[in-house]
């Protein structure tokens, strides 16, 4: 996933970041690590609107599409 791709090549850079992923990260065998250095990388979705409360310096938005217009209300919403 990209998650655990951003994740590796922080690792790989010596950054040590702290994971959170949806899935288990074959490499370390888990879904979340607790690093030692000053990045984290989460997963995250937009189902219920929570989203917006993760500060994030950078973000990484794979797709945008209509699936959860059971809480936006309309596409443009959920842009």
Known sequence: ???SLIAAVLDAAG???????GGI???WGSNARLGSGDWMVAEADE???TLVKLPATVAVVTNIDPEHLDHYGTFDALR
Do not use: E, H, K
């Open 1 to 3: 996933t990209t998650t």
């Open 25 to 27: 990260i074959n490499a």
């Open 47 to 49: 189902s219920d609107g």
């Open 15 to 21: 950054l040590d970041p702290t994971v959170i992923n």
